[in-house]
């Protein structure tokens, strides 16, 4: 029994990648999110779990969403609307954000294949300190609320209050999320299949020759 959570935005533009700005614009960046949020939603279908959901802020889910749960994200901080989710959903978890398209199951394998009785959580740390995955047995949004957010000891934190909190944490590999140009050309070399690449490297190509 698994429920896996994508964490995701409204692809509206000057609301999603806008570090992305320039050399894109935002509307350009709005549609390299999308493709972004569609490769993950398909790698999570491709994932055995009892239910997949997406976290929303917005009001216009993409089509790509279809078969998922929609839960609204509440109001609040980042660590507030990462708390609520955990809260929300009973039974493990596994959350993970729109802007890995990159993933694959070996990313999740030790997870996947068997889930320890010694292992509490798992925890997929971002290479720029952040994180881009947190699997919980008995999810508890308690631990993720009033850990700082989008700063480079962000993923040092939050893996030290899963420990202070008494969970037994099991890492999952590295990944890059996508935050700034540099990233994205990261990622689509990693994963040139992606809609994500194929969308983001065309947009770029199309700067360049202007």
């Known amino acids: 029994m698994l429920t896996i959570v994508v964490i995701a935005k409204e692809c509206i533009p000057g609301r999603v990648k806008t570090r992305l700005h320039p050399p894109l614009t935002l509307a350009q ?117 009033g850990v700082p957010t989008s700063r480079d000891d962000t993923g040092a934190l939050q893996l030290a209050a899963l420990r202070l909190a008494g969970h037994r944490v099991g890492l999952l590999a590295e990944a890059n999320d996508i935050d700034t140009v540099d990233d994205a050309f990261d990622v689509a070399a990693l994963a040139p299949q992606t809609r994500f690449a194929s969308t983001f490297l065309a947009l770029t190509a199309a700067v360049d020759a202007a």
Do not use: N, Y
């Open 29 to 145: 960046a709005a549609e390299v999110a999308a493709a972004s949020l569609d490769d993950t939603l398909e790698f999570v279908r491709s994932l055995p779990a009892t239910r997949r959901v997406i976290a929303f802020a917005g009001t216009r889910p993409p089509r790509s969403a279809r078969g998922f749960d929609i839960i609204p994200q509440v109001e609040g901080d980042l660590d507030v609307r990462l708390g609520a989710i955990f809260d929300e959903i009973d039974g493990p978890m596994l959350l993970i954000g729109m802007d890995t398209p990159q993933l694959t199951r070996a990313h999740l394998e030790p997870m996947l294949s068997e889930w320890p009785d010694d292992i509490d959580a798992w925890f997929g740390p971002a290479s720029d300190g952040g994180w881009w995955g947190l699997a919980m047995r008995d999810p508890d949004g308690s631990v993720l609320r």
